[in-house]
């Protein structure tokens, strides 16, 4: 387990700089009063250049996507985002090669994911349903491997049987094959918000049941080697942090979503910023593209 030093004190003007300016161990609220407010903040994704931030808001009407920009060295301007697909939307997260957002969208009970194409401006085109196999089920919680073709995602199984990770092969057209659960990972509890730790096969995702979370890891997806759950000082049972998302521009810093950290905190689920866990790499772990 990934031993972490205690959180430094920092100035309150250090907590509104810029993700690129950061360099913390254990942990600092991201966009204090910008990204991180008095509502509940969900998933947070960092686009290719550092420059944008997507990130998920619970309002009056259910979950938007809101994003901000670096202005002066801070996030700035942040505005809800269209995403043009009826009913809530959240867990956005930005593709590596810079090229997509996904996020999952839909009305209340029927989630399922998308992507959209960004232009040379950051702006996202139209929203393109990332259709699988069955589509009868809720998904949610989608992120890309490095080289765009694997999806790992969370879909609800139904009967009472909540979340779990599934992984599927994704070609350039946005066909999805056949989805594969994540047994190792999958517990009677809900997995849900995966994300790949580099190219071989090592993940992080959130586990809960019912109001607590936390975030685990693993050193390999698929046989679940050293899973553990992240040894931070608010990721406790007894909690909620979760959302796990790296970095796209700092692979070695990556994103968590929490209202169990004492200080500092903006409101009831805040965004932070953490260092990513070093897991060994499992000779391996992936299998071969069928």
Not at 94 to 107: K, M, N
């Amino acid at each position: 387990m990934m031993r972490i030093t205690p959180p430094l004190l920092v100035l309150a003007a250090s907590l509104l700089s810029a993700p690129v300016a950061m360099a913390l161990n254990e942990y600092g609220i991201e966009g204090m009063g910008v990204v991180s407010t008095r509502a509940d903040e969900g998933r947070a994704t960092l686009s290719a250049d550092g420059q944008r931030i997507v990130f998920a808001r619970r309002g009056e009407a259910g979950w938007g996507l809101w994003e901000a920009r670096v202005v002066d060295g801070r996030w700035q301007q942040a505005q809800a985002l269209t995403v043009g697909v009826a009913g809530e939307a959240r867990d956005p997260y930005f593709s590596r090669d810079g090229r997509w957002l996904l996020f999952a969208a839909g009305r209340e009970g029927r989630l399922a994911l998308y992507r959209a194409a960004l232009g040379a401006d950051g702006q996202a085109g139209k929203a393109q349903a990332l259709a699988g196999d069955g589509g009868r089920q809720q998904e949610r919680g989608p992120a890309l491997s490095a080289d765009g073709r694997r999806l790992l995602f969370a879909r609800q199984l139904g009967d009472g049987r909540g979340w779990d990770l599934f992984v599927a092969a994704l070609d350039a057209q946005g066909v999805r094959g056949q989805a594969v659960p994540l047994t190792a990972l999958n517990s009677a509890a809900d997995e849900t918000d995966g994300d790949w730790l580099g190219n071989d096969g090592a993940v992080v995702f959130s586990r809960s049941t019912g109001s607590t979370a936390q975030v685990w890891s693993s050193g390999c997806a698929w046989s679940g080697v050293a899973l553990q759950p992240l040894g931070l000082s608010f990721n406790q049972a007894d909690g909620w942090t979760g959302a796990p998302v790296v970095d796209t521009a700092k692979p070695g810093e990556m994103l968590v979503a929490s209202s169990a950290a004492k200080a500092p905190r903006a409101g009831g689920v805040d965004v932070y910023r953490l260092a990513v866990p070093k897991v060994a790499a499992v000779p391996g772990c992936v299998p071969a593209a069928r």
